[in-house]
C-alpha cells in the first residue's frame, strides 16, 4: 500500500462550487504540505502543517484553507472554486524529527478540472 | 520572483550516454538541494540530496555536484536508461529564521529528460 494517498485522483467541477481533496500518509510523519503544479511553474506551496495545531500558509493560499483532522489526514478545500485552481494537487509529508535536511514524499496527486 | 530556476524545458539523449540537468537558484539562504523524478500520474519521487557543505554527492548512476559560488548545481545520470525518461525537478530549501529546521521546499519548473533507446 502506498504511503501517501490521495482522493479523489481525477475530479471535474463546476466555477463556484466548494470542494474537497483529501491526503492520508501511514508514515507517522508530523509535518504534511499541500502543494500545486502548473506547466512551467513547477510545484508552488499552498500551505503547510507541522503538526496538528499548525496550520501556515505557503505561497499561493488565497482561495484556499485546509483542515489537519489527525496527524495522518491533511484537507485542502476550494470554497468556491474558479478556473484557474485548474491544476494537478500533490500532498507531501516530511518527518519533523529528522531535524535538518529534512525529504519530503510525495502523494499521486490529484488532477483537478474547474469548468 | 523564482528563485530556483531550470532554463531547460527539455533534454534528449542516447540510451547509454550522459544526462546532465542543471538547475540555479538565486537565494543564498538555500543550503539543502534535492532533485526529484517524476513519472505521469505519479507524485514526485525523491532521488538525491545535497547539502551545502559539500559539492559531490554519488548514488550509483546518479551523481549530484553544488557550486556555491555560481549557485548551480546539476544532477548526471550516466549511463542513461530509458527507464530515466521522465520530469526532473530540483528544488532548495532554507533553515527558518532563527532555527534549524527545514522543510520547506521550493522548486525549479522541471526539466522533461528522454532517454532514446
Known amino acids: 500500500d502506498a504511503d501517501v494517498t490521495q482522493t479523489p485522483r481525477n475530479r471535474i467541477t463546476k466555477t463556484g462550487k466548494r470542494i474537497m481533496l483529501e491526503c492520508s500518509q501511514t508514515?507517522?510523519?508530523?509535518?504534511m504540505y499541500w502543494y500545486r503544479q502548473d506547466p512551467g511553474l513547477g510545484l508552488r506551496l499552498i500551505y503547510y502543517s507541522f503538526d496538528v495545531k499548525d496550520i501556515n500558509k505557503g505561497e499561493i493560499s488565497d482561495g484556499y484553507s485546509v483542515s489537519r483532522q489527525a496527524q495522518a489526514k491533511f484537507s485542502l478545500s476550494l470554497e468556491s472554486a474558479i478556473p484557474n485552481q485548474t491544476a494537478l494537487y500533490f500532498c507531501?509529508?516530511?518527518?519533523?524529527?529528522?531535524?535538518?535536511?529534512?525529504?519530503?514524499?510525495f502523494g499521486p496527486g490529484t488532477r483537478l478540472l474547474v469548468l | 520572483d523564482q528563485q530556483v530556476k531550470q532554463n531547460s524545458p527539455s533534454l534528449s539523449v542516447q540510451e547509454g550516454r550522459i544526462s546532465i540537468l542543471n538547475c540555479d537558484y538565486t537565494?543564498?539562504?538555500?543550503?539543502?538541494f534535492l532533485w526529484y523524478k517524476k513519472y505521469p500520474a505519479e507524485g514526485p519521487t525523491f532521488l538525491i540530496s545535497?547539502?551545502?557543505?559539500?559539492d559531490k554527492n554519488e548514488d550509483g548512476r546518479f551523481t549530484v555536484f553544488l557550486n556555491k559560488s555560481a549557485k548551480h548545481l546539476s544532477l548526471h545520470i550516466v549511463p542513461s536508461q530509458p527507464g530515466d525518461s521522465a520530469v526532473y525537478f530540483c528544488a532548495a530549501s532554507a533553515p527558518w529564521a532563527g532555527g534549524t529546521s527545514y522543510g520547506k521546499l521550493t522548486f525549479g519548473q522541471g526539466t522533461i529528460l528522454t532517454v532514446h533507446p
Open positions: 507531501a509529508t516530511s518527518d519533523l524529527g529528522s531535524g535538518m535536511e529534512e525529504t519530503q514524499y
Open positions: 545535497i547539502s551545502s557543505i559539500k
Open positions: 537565494n543564498s539562504m538555500f543550503d539543502y
Open positions: 508514515k507517522g510523519h508530523d509535518r
